[in-house]
Nanobody, 125 residues
Framework: QVQLVESGGGLVQAGGSLRLSCAASGHTLSSYAMGWFRQAPGKEREFVAVISWSGGSTYYADSVKGRFTISRDNAKNTMYLQMNSLKPEDTAVYYC??????????????????WGKGTLVTVSS
């Protein structure tokens, strides 16, 4: 069974940067799309960024476009999220997940049963 461990969160001032990591174990995810999602207090989980299995295609939520960059290293079974120009509204618990392709993941992530513990990102104003 796949286990996902998110890390790299923390407290940062507005305008700062963080780099999140998502390490997978138990199964190689090199043939799967992967993605980052976040959940702010009192809100539903939302899509942040997704990446195809090869890394050749990436998609971002409008709210993070131009500030966040998703990437992956299939040799390390790890995905990353470089977050720059952080804003207080980016404050949330960030989670990663995977699915057979980008479209399927975006279509059904709300109903996914398995999620890691996530990593908390707090952006102060």
């Amino acid at each position: 069974q796949v286990q996902l461990v998110e890390s790299g969160g923390g407290l940062v001032q507005a305008g700062g940067s963080l780099r999140l990591s998502c390490a997978a174990s138990g199964h190689t995810l090199s043939s799967y799309a992967m993605g980052w999602f976040r959940q702010a207090p009192g809100k539903e989980r939302e899509f942040v960024a997704v990446i195809s299995w090869s890394g050749g295609s990436t998609y971002y939520a409008d709210s993070v476009k131009g500030r966040f960059t998703i990437s992956r290293d299939n040799a390390k079974n790890t995905m990353y999220l470089q977050m720059n120009s952080l804003k207080p509204e980016d404050t949330a618990v960030y989670y990663c997940n995977f699915d057979r392709d980008v479209a399927t993941m975006l279509d059904r992530y709300h109903g996914m049963d398995y999620w890691g513990k996530g990593t908390l990102v707090t952006v102060s104003s």
